[in-house]
């Protein structure tokens, strides 16, 4: 088991930035892939960035993020993180961040694929 702990949401005028942190605990972190996913009001949940468990240049992001958010992983603290930049109002949701344990170097896309994942962290970018 793996736990998962979300922070650093909050309310911001778009163009302004924000860091996520996902505190892992339970686990050896450097064994799991991490993304993040977000779901905004009425709507699915969906890909926002994934990183493998090594971190480096293995990221992908969803298209509407790609040059704005990053994401990064510190395995000595156990922790992964999303920098936001250039926050839009489309970007209010509820974020989520994903860990599976892997043996590979691979990154993981899908909800599905994910095996724990932490309660949420609100994000609201105002106009």
């Known amino acids: 088991q793996v736990q998962l702990v979300e922070s650093g949401g909050g309310l911001v005028q778009a163009g302004g930035s924000l860091r996520l942190s996902c505190a892992a605990s339970g686990r050896t972190f450097s064994r799991f892939a991490m993304g993040w996913f977000r779901q905004a009001p009425g709507k699915e949940r969906v890909f926002v960035a994934a990183m493998s468990r090594s971190g480096g240049l293995t990221q992908q992001y969803a298209e509407s993020v790609k040059g704005r958010f990053t994401i990064s992983r510190d395995n000595a603290k156990n922790t992964a993180y999303l920098q936001m930049n250039s926050l839009k109002p489309e970007d209010t949701a509820v974020y989520y961040c994903?860990?599976?344990?892997?043996?590979?170097?691979?990154?993981?896309?899908?909800?599905?694929?994910?095996?724990?994942w932490g309660q949420g962290t609100q994000v609201s970018v105002s106009s």
């Open positions: 994903a860990a599976r344990s892997t043996v590979n170097g691979l990154l993981y896309m899908e909800a599905l694929d994910y095996e724990y």
